[in-house]
């Protein structure tokens, strides 16, 4: 598929197999393991991600006229809208209610993860200009690809902002979500972070994680060289037990998680419960360049606030320890922010084929954002655990 420009050839692939990891990774960079060929050509491999299970992958490359891949994107044909975590259930119920047909659809994401980050990505070796260029060809070629495929529209979702602000008037329409994510501020320990806290949250985070501590639990964090099968199989019976108490979906295939510990050991930081030398609890994590990414959660056994010193207290001092700017601790969450997790935007774009239908999301879009931009202003002034001008009496 020609993009326009003589020298560069647009063209889809059916699976990251047909891309060497090299160059694929010279676009994705090392800042977020997530678009990473190995993260996502685990899901492909481990049949997580794949035909059956509703992700047909048609991943979008730009290739010059020396055949060097310069830009890509991952891609996929979805024919529901299972593990996006940016929810359009309404908007196709709307459309199928109007006699339209919404899947199947594009989605240009990392499957089930909920992580913001980069969705069009280009070779870092070219000048900036290049750079921007190849981004606006592939928002353009992913709109075409939409067209040639006759879906009823493609997105992109959990992309970064410089993305979300080069959608505009491209055909696109703007999305925004909230999400919880802790940052930190040159902390030096986890005393530290409490020490910014008001006096009853502190006094609230202090008493969970001596319950915890009283339960006798070894809590390790472990990294991915040192995960081995065993610990894998125990992770993956936490992973299906927490899926089955939500009512949720098991996404990820057993193998999925045996190739991201061969693919990605360097990023995986897994914090595991032990009781004696039994795991009974886990939560996965992958670290980016900046940030420490929370992704799965889940025990065998009920103990209370586990989850917490797991998921958000370790992950805490995890950070801390190793310099990183920020825990991202996934989806939902309101629970998160007296734990110190703020409210943040998160971005999508959205193409819609069908102008009538095109004006009617227009419009929930756009409400929408007002109320989620307001939401957090008001989430942040109302309910932050944070001191405010020094002040340890609240």
């Not at 960079?29 to 794949?50: I, K, W």
């Not at 024919?79 to 047909?101: I, K, L, N, Q």
């Not at 925004?176 to 949250?201: A, C, E, P, V």
Request: net charge negative; with cysteine; aromatic share 12%.
């Amino acid at each position: 598929m020609p993009d326009g420009a003589e020298s560069r050839v647009l063209s889809v692939v059916s699976s990251l197999k047909d891309i060497p990891a090299d160059k694929w990774d010279a676009c994705a960079g090392a800042d977020n393991p997530f678009v990473s060929h190995a993260f996502l050509s685990a899901l492909e491999e481990s049949g997580s991600a794949c035909e059956e299970m509703g992700w047909i992958p048609r991943h979008v490359v730009i290739e010059n006229a020396d055949g060097h891949i310069e830009a890509c994107a991952p891609v996929y044909i979805k024919t529901h809208s299972y593990g996006e975590y940016v929810f359009d259930w309404g908007w196709a119920d709307a459309y199928e209610r109007a006699g339209g047909r919404y899947y199947p659809k594009l989605q240009c994401a990392v499957p089930f993860s909920p992580v913001p980050g980069p969705r069009l990505l280009v070779d870092s070796k070219l000048d900036a200009a290049t750079q921007l260029e190849l981004r606006r060809i592939l928002l353009s070629g992913i709109i075409r690809v939409a067209e040639q495929l006759k879906v009823s529209s493609a997105h992109i979702t959990f992309c970064d902002e410089p993305t979300w602000q080069l959608g505009e008037n491209t055909g696109y329409l703007q999305r925004i979500g909230q999400q919880f994510h802790w940052h930190n501020n040159g902390y030096k320990t986890f005393d530290d972070f409490l020490g910014t806290l008001m006096s009853r949250k502190r006094k609230a985070i202090k008493k969970e994680r001596r319950q915890v501590a009283e339960l006798d639990l070894d809590i390790r964090a472990i990294s991915g060289i040192d995960m081995t099968e065993a610990y894998w199989d125990s992770f993956y019976q936490f992973y299906l037990a927490t899926t089955d108490k939500k009512w949720g979906q098991n996404y990820l295939q057993r193998d999925f998680f045996s190739l991201l510990g061969e693919r990605l050991p360097e990023a995986i930081v897994m914090i595991m419960a032990f009781d004696g030398e039994k795991p009974v609890g886990g939560a996965l994590n992958l670290k980016g360049s900046d940030c420490l990414y929370g992704r799965n959660w889940g025990s065998l056994e009920s103990h209370k606030f586990l989850h917490f010193e797991c998921c958000y207290y370790r992950a805490i001092e995890y950070a801390i320890e190793h310099g990183l700017a920020r825990v991202e601790a996934g989806a939902q969450g309101p629970h998160k922010i007296q734990r110190g997790y703020l409210p943040v935007p998160t971005y999508s774009l959205h193409y819609i084929r069908d102008p009538g239908f095109e004006n009617a999301v227009e419009n929930f879009v756009t409400q929408e954002r007002a109320q989620v931009e307001q939401d957090i202003i008001d989430i942040e002034l109302a309910y932050s655990p944070y001191r405010k001008d020094n002040d340890d009496t609240q």
